[in-house]
T-cell receptor, first 111, second 117 residues
Framework: KQEVTQIPAALSVPEGENLVLNCSFT??????LQWFRQDPGKGLTSLLL?????REQTSGRLNASLDKSSGRSTLYIAASQPGDSATYLC??????????FGTGTRLQVFP | NAGVTQTPKFRVLKTGQSMTLLCAQD?????MYWYRQDPGMGLRLIHY???????AKGEVPDGYNVSRLKKQNFLLGLESAAPSQTSVYFC????????????????FGPGTRLTVL
């Protein structure tokens, strides 16, 4: 069964730092991976969808990479801002119709 | 486009009461999903639908029923609420399923916070 792990569970950094969030999955037979952001008390916002044929996907200050062979994805946030404070979740498709989610990394960026 | 909307936003029930959560999407998506989110458990799939008139069980379907009478709406019902169903419920939709690779990006609603006393 696919399992998705995110490390660290929580991260607190000063504004301006570049940071990396990690996502690991046990079954490498995935065809894409999705990163989400969740603000407290809110729903999930899709940030990036990276296909298995891609190694990287970029959106503004965000860059997601995918290494299927090692079962890893990273989300790189450049020049972090207090507005980036949120929980970041990764998810992979399982049994074609379902997403399996990691438990998230709670990020706090302080001024 | 409103995207995915959910009603109500909050609800408190007593054990044994019933209720229906409504999800609506205006993106003409085929697939719709209901998840629950609990501390330390992450998001878990309750039921999903691959098109109008269809439903299927997810990871934690017990105690819930769903209906997809119209393509844009997906209803989640609790017939006899239990305290274990206290959670935040999220609805999501996608163009197609995971098998179509590029079109399975899921879009989420704002959630319904349900407390069962």
């Amino acid at each position: 069964k696919q399992e998705v792990t995110q490390i660290p569970a929580a991260l607190s950094v000063p504004e301006g730092e570049n940071l990396v969030l990690n996502c690991s999955f046990t079954d490498s037979a995935i065809y894409n991976l999705q990163w989400f952001r969740q603000d407290p008390g809110k729903g999930l916002t899709s940030l990036l969808l990276i296909q298995s044929s891609q190694r990287e996907q970029t959106s503004g200050r965000l860059n997601a990479s995918l290494d299927k062979s090692s079962g890893r994805s990273t989300l790189y946030i450049a020049a972090s801002q207090p507005g980036d404070s949120a929980t970041y979740l990764c998810a992979v498709p399982y049994n074609t119709d379902k997403l399996i989610f990691g438990t998230g990394t709670r990020l706090q960026v302080f001024p | 486009n409103a995207g995915v909307t959910q009603t109500p936003k909050f609800r408190v029930l007593k054990t044994g009461q019933s209720m229906t959560l409504l999800c609506a999407q205006d993106m003409n998506h085929e697939y719709m999903y209901w998840y629950r989110q609990d501390p330390g458990m992450g998001l878990r799939l309750i039921h999903y639908s691959v098109g109008e008139g269809t439903t299927a069980k997810g990871e934690v379907p017990d105690g819930y029923n769903v209906s997809r009478l119209k393509k844009q709406n997906f209803l989640l019902g609790l017939e006899s609420a239990a305290p274990s169903q206290t959670s935040v419920y999220f609805c999501a939709s996608s163009i197609t399923s995971g098998r179509f690779r590029s079109n399975n990006e899921q879009f989420f609603g704002p959630g319904t916070r349900l407390t069962v006393l």
